[in-house]
């Protein structure tokens, strides 16, 4: 009986722990493009992952299911790009430069200048027409969309974060830091929220995805990824 009590126990660890063990299966080799391509982001725009490749310089498309692939920009259009963003069929690229404009037809243009006030950029974000340049300190500018241009800058945070290194828009801004910290923002301010209840610690977090239809945030930490509800922490 304790024998059968231990199986049923472990086979049902994972519903009692909140943790789940599965495989992740490949769904598309990078290398069969360019050997040393590695994916810093990914977009899902409609039934194609857009990726930008930090070290070769390149943004693909790889379509799903047939996993047919294009090049959107090279680095002779991108040189220097940090992060990306997407609204309606353009593309937006964060680089040392400023944020470039990719449009459907692969013309590029320069759609922000770089400002020196945003000092270290990190990543960009497009949420209800306006995009938002996060820099390393944890300070957040917000530039309107007009229709045709960006512009009318403002310094969205009234409060800098902190050591940062990405963020996600829901409604709320959240922004993840070095030291495994998750901050949320509401019209430029903090709001109390706590990550509760994890089984272990966060140790390496790089990355955070959530939306406005999900309830959840995920991070990925050192070889998992962590569920969080938006409304409670746990």
Do not use: C, H, M
């Amino acid at each position: 009986k304790l024998k059968e009590l231990k199986q049923k126990i472990d086979g049902e660890a994972g519903v009692l722990l909140g943790k789940i063990t599965e495989e992740p299966e490949v769904f598309f080799d990078l290398s069969i493009i360019r050997s040393d391509a590695k994916g810093k982001e990914i977009f899902l725009q409609g039934s194609k992952l857009i990726v930008l490749d930090r070290e070769s310089q390149r943004l693909l498309s790889i379509s799903s299911p047939g996993k047919e692939t294009s090049v959107i920009g090279g680095k002779e259009k991108l040189s220097s790009a940090r992060s990306l963003s997407i609204l309606s069929s353009r593309y937006f690229i964060l680089t040392d430069d400023g944020v470039k404009k990719i449009s459907r037809d692969g013309s590029v243009e320069t759609e922000i200048e770089n400002d020196s006030d945003w000092n270290n950029t990190v990543k960009i974000a497009i949420f209800s027409s306006n995009l938002y340049i996060l820099n390393s300190e944890g300070e957040i500018w917000r530039y309107t969309d007009s229709g045709s241009a960006f512009g009318n800058k403002t310094k969205w945070s009234k409060k800098a974060s902190g050591e940062a290194i990405d963020f996600v828009i829901d409604g709320y801004v959240w922004v993840l830091g070095k030291s495994n910290s998750l901050k949320r923002f509401s019209r430029g301010e903090f709001t109390n929220f706590q990550i509760k209840n994890l089984e272990q610690p966060l140790k390496n977090s790089l990355s955070l995805y959530t939306d406005e239809l999900l309830e959840s945030i995920y991070l990925l930490d050192k070889g998992r990824i962590v569920e969080v509800n938006k409304q409670t922490g746990e």
